[in-house]
Antibody, heavy 124, light 111 residues
Framework: EVRLVESGGGLVQSGGSLRLSCAAS????????LTWVRQAPGMGLEWVAI???????YYAESVKGRFTISRDNSKNTVFLQLDSLRAEDTAVFYC??????????????????WGQGTLVTVSS | QSVLTQPPSVSGAPGQTVTISCTGS?????????VHWYQQVPGTAPKLLIS???NRPSGVPDRFSGSKSGTSASLAITGLRAEDEADYYC???????????FGPGTRVTVL
């Protein structure tokens, strides 16, 4: 069974930083792309960042330059470093496995398994 | 503001059929890029419901079905049940924005 468990959320002041972690199990971690998707309170879903199996990385424009995604295949863990946080970054952050083929710009990808989420609250 | 449009809410009585639309444009749904659907019961994480327009992952009841035509996709729920009360999101890729996009979500209420 695919399992994704996020951690690292919490309350932080505007301008501060947090590092989110997502521990994966139940599949061959190194063979899959992983993503972070966030959901602001009462709002819809927004993908944030994607890291491929070969290390290819893509970010949403709203977080480019402030968030950094990385992975450690030896620990089956994907990370999201959040810097220069703003009040509008307040959200539940979900880790998800990303399935598709042909590379990012092929447009075939979707989010097939999700973690339970971790809440990030940025106070102004 | 998403490039994919969904109705904010739909409702139906138990046993009825409801349909949720996801309308895009020639740079996403009509390109045609695949449309995928997710179910999110309030307070829980999203769950993949339909992939690649009409494919049901293992474990998803066949009461859920997806289709696509032109610049619109649809999710149908037949034999509506109380446990189907949730938010439903469509997702695709937009070649103009070069990003993966979600629709704004549709709340399904079982009367």
């Amino acid at each position: 069974e695919v399992r994704l468990v996020e951690s690292g959320g919490g309350l932080v002041q505007s301008g501060g930083s947090l590092r989110l972690s997502c521990a994966a199990s139940g599949f061959t971690f190194s063979s899959f792309a992983l993503t972070w998707v966030r959901q602001a309170p009462g709002m819809g879903l927004e993908w944030v960042a994607i890291i491929g199996t070969g290390g290819g990385i893509y970010y949403a424009e709203s977080v480019k330059g402030r968030f950094t995604i990385s992975r450690d295949n030896s620990k089956n863990t994907v990370f999201l470093q959040l810097d220069s946080l703003r009040a509008e970054d307040t959200a539940v952050f979900y880790c998800a496995r990303w399935l598709g083929s042909g590379g990012y710009y092929a447009g075939t990808y979707y989010f097939d398994s999700w973690g339970q989420g971790t809440l990030v609250t940025v106070s102004s | 503001q998403s490039v994919l449009t969904q109705p904010p809410s739909v409702s139906g009585a138990p046993g009825q059929t409801v349909t949720i639309s996801c309308t895009g444009s020639s740079s996403n749904v009509g390109a045609p890029y695949d449309v995928h659907w997710y179910q999110q019961v309030p307070g829980t994480a999203p769950k993949l419901l339909i992939s690649r327009d009409s494919n049901r992952p293992s474990g998803v009841p066949d009461r859920f079905s997806g289709s696509k035509s032109g610049t619109s996709a649809s999710l149908a729920i037949t034999g509506l049940r109380a446990e189907d009360e949730a938010d439903y999101y469509c997702q695709s890729y937009d070649s103009s924005l070069t990003t993966y996009v979600f629709g704004p979500g549709t709340r399904v209420t079982v009367l």
